[in-house]
């Protein structure tokens, strides 16, 4: 089945430096892959849409110049965190879809495939 | 009102127990519906897609959608401990790329 791998799953830094997330495919081309981000007993809240080759479509309240997001390839996207402070410690989870042009809706081609997430914390 | 809402729970319940596990939502136009489980510390896992109205099983798990009521179920038969998990239900109305909207998830615990 459809894999995503997310990396580093656990990173801790100082406040003021930048961290960068990996989110790949491995078993198949992700034309679109989606950024969430989920504090304590919360659900995950969607902070942007990456698309590969072109600019990721953030929504409303995320900051783009802060939570920078490269999708390079159709298997690797990358959410750079930059001048991280305590308050952007959080769980950040990388998700994908496979191409479009699947079998029937009713199989479940076009589902979200999650990574394992990371957890951030800053000091 | 969210476009989804989905108890946030806790849910506890004994072991061999059937659960059910529900959201209710507010968009017309939502078409496709799954539920996700998530143990702590992990990312979403996907348990069951549904399209449109109807029901579907697979083992244990069973979802249904009543898109008439706009209100969608997962129930667990013969719940197990290693079922304990947090259920997030999410929805969207289109095949392709669109994004998913998430309940709150149901926190779940089975208690042995």
């Known amino acids: 089945g459809a894999v995503v791998s997310q990396h580093p799953s656990w990173v801790i830094c100082k406040s003021g430096t930048s961290v960068k997330i990996e989110c790949r495919s491995l078993d198949f081309q992700a034309t679109t892959m989606f950024w969430y981000r989920q504090f304590p007993k919360q659900s995950l809240m969607l902070m942007a849409t990456s698309n590969e080759g072109s600019k990721a479509t953030y929504e409303q309240g995320v900051e783009k110049d802060k939570f920078l997001i490269n999708h390079a390839s159709l298997t690797l996207s990358t959410l750079t965190v930059t001048s991280a402070h305590p308050e952007d410690s959080s769980f950040y989870i990388c998700?994908?879809?496979?191409?479009?042009?699947?079998?029937?809706?009713?199989?479940?081609?076009?589902?979200?495939?999650f990574g394992a997430g990371s957890r951030l914390t800053v000091l | 009102q969210k476009e989804v809402e989905q108890d946030p729970g806790p849910l506890s319940v004994p072991e061999g127990a059937i659960v059910s596990l529900n959201c209710t939502y507010s968009n017309s136009a939502f078409q496709y519906f799954m539920w996700y489980r998530q143990y702590s510390r992990k990312g979403p896992e996907l348990l069951m897609y549904?399209?449109?109205?109807g029901n579907k099983e697979d083992g244990r798990f069973t979802a249904q959608v009543d898109k008439s009521s706009k209100y969608i179920s997962l129930f667990i038969r013969d719940s197990q401990p290693s079922d304990s998990a947090t259920y997030l239900c999410a929805m969207r109305s289109g095949f392709g790329n669109e994004k998913l909207t998430f309940g709150t998830g149901t926190r779940l615990t089975i208690i042995p």
């Open positions: 998700s994908a879809t496979r191409l479009a042009g699947g079998p029937s809706p009713s199989s479940g081609a076009n589902v979200l495939t």
């Open positions: 549904t399209y449109s109205s």
